[in-house]
């Protein structure tokens, strides 16, 4: 006889970033309990589902989160009451209907995935299996010991923070290394963290400031964006480790935070840039660095030279849609259809329930595009991304810094899924590389 969902217990916590968020604990009729707690954005696509938030400025500076939380206790909790947390789908679109807008605005996607991530949890303990299994079950409708082996992620480690992550002169908000030339996610790891804290001493030594940015990478003020990778590069050398073959390179541009509309032009390295120049400014930065990927180098509306982009670089390196298409499956199709990219980063909070991101994710894997499941500038403690990206084979992630307990706490879980599957586990083995070594 299936186990019910017996109470749902909503509540306010703060994010990493100081800001509240919801937590939501579910308790089942048997006694298992499970809790899973939301991220919040900051550089944030325009066709999100929405975060809902009080906006009543002399309470928390408008970023209270009572309203979304009477949500689940007066909307969500009494018409789930009763339902097996085994049936994701049905409660996912249960919720999804009592919402009844196109972006969640009612409810909130903040109360409904708190919800949504709790009742996944709450299943896997039912079924007496670890998240990353029931993920995969749930994911493939299969057994974990009837598949090939998992993969485990690669991680995109944000070492070096500007634009809206970072009070500094800046422009590209992520600089990120990634750890492929290894053999294990344990090996990749140690070299992600030697190199971060090289890089701060070379920075100490130069007399940088070595303060970090929301996601724990460093955020001094450099002369350009240009010397945030040349400082990267020395410090993977200094390292003694090697660029371009065990270290390469990944950017998020966050573009449509640099985008003038009126204009239509980008302003970085202290000047505007048309789409087509700032498509070749990528291309020369290519050329003289190992990078990889890179993550909205365009503005979210700006779809005509997404193809563009797609075209001229799309065939050496990752191409990644975040503000783009927002982990919404509608907004991907269109991608696919317009061949504007070949990857996509997977947010949880940008589309509001489980099922969904899953679906996002399994519609990319179809279409053979690169996934990148990724964290939000203000995190919490909770490591469901770690799991998920496991269970899907995602053979990326993105998680921020190797610093600042909100991000290592993904890593450490990482390191623990990795230690249960011993030898049932590869690493990195995923077609997203297309960088060709020199």
């Not at 206790?73 to 339902?83: A, D, Q, R, S």
Request: proline fraction near 3%.
């Amino acid at each position: 006889m299936s186990t019910k969902i017996q109470n749902i217990l909503p509540r306010m916590i703060l994010d990493s970033r100081g800001f509240p968020t919801i937590e939501v604990e579910i308790i089942l009729d048997n006694g298992i309990s499970a809790m899973a707690c939301v991220p919040s954005g900051a550089s944030t696509g325009d066709k999100e589902a929405l975060e809902l938030r009080d906006q009543q400025t002399s309470n928390w500076h408008g970023k209270g989160v009572d309203n979304a939380i009477n949500n689940i206790k007066t909307i969500l909790k009494p018409k789930l009451l009763g339902l097996s947390p085994l049936d994701t789908k049905k409660i996912d679109e249960l919720m999804i209907k009592l919402d009844g807008t196109d972006n969640k605005s009612k409810i909130g996607a903040n109360a409904m995935l708190a919800v949504s991530m709790a009742c996944m949890r709450a299943a896997a303990s039912q079924k007496n299996q670890t998240l990353f299994q029931y993920i995969f079950n749930y994911s493939y409708k299969k057994d974990l010991s009837n598949c090939p082996k998992l993969i485990m992620p690669a991680p995109m480690m944000n070492i070096l923070n500007g634009g809206s992550h970072a009070d500094n002169n800046v422009d590209i908000q992520e600089f990120m290394i990634m750890p492929v030339g290894f053999k294990s996610y344990f090996l990749a790891l140690k070299a992600g963290v030697e190199i971060f804290h090289t890089l701060k001493k070379l920075l100490k030594k130069i007399n940088y400031s070595t303060t970090i940015g929301d996601e724990g990478g460093f955020a001094p003020m450099l002369e350009s964006n240009e010397e945030a990778l040349q400082l990267i590069a020395k410090a993977i050398d200094q390292s003694g480790y090697k660029l371009g073959d065990e270290i390469v390179l990944a950017l998020d541009v966050a573009a449509s935070e640099l985008y003038n509309k009126n204009k239509k032009t980008y302003h970085l390295n202290n000047q505007d840039y048309s789409s087509l120049e700032l498509i070749e400014y990528y291309k020369d930065l290519c050329k003289k660095y190992p990078i990889v990927s890179i993550e909205d180098g365009l503005d979210q509306n700006d779809w005509e030279n997404w193809n563009v982009l797609n075209l001229v670089l799309g065939d050496t390196i990752q191409i990644v849609g975040d503000d783009l298409t927002v982990t919404n499956t509608k907004l991907l199709q269109k991608a696919i259809n317009q061949k504007s990219m070949n990857a996509i980063l997977i947010k949880l909070n940008q589309i509001g329930t489980v099922s969904e991101t899953i679906d996002a994710i399994k519609l990319a894997q179809k279409n053979n595009l690169g996934v990148i499941i990724s964290h939000r500038s203000g995190e919490t403690e909770d490591t469901f991304i770690s799991d998920l990206a496991v269970a899907t084979n995602a053979g990326q992630i993105k998680t921020g810094s190797l610093c600042r307990t909100d991000r290592t706490a993904k890593y450490n879980q990482l390191l623990r899924i990795e230690g249960i599957l011993k030898n049932n586990v590869v690493y990195a083995e995923n077609n997203f590389i297309k960088y060709e070594k020199k």
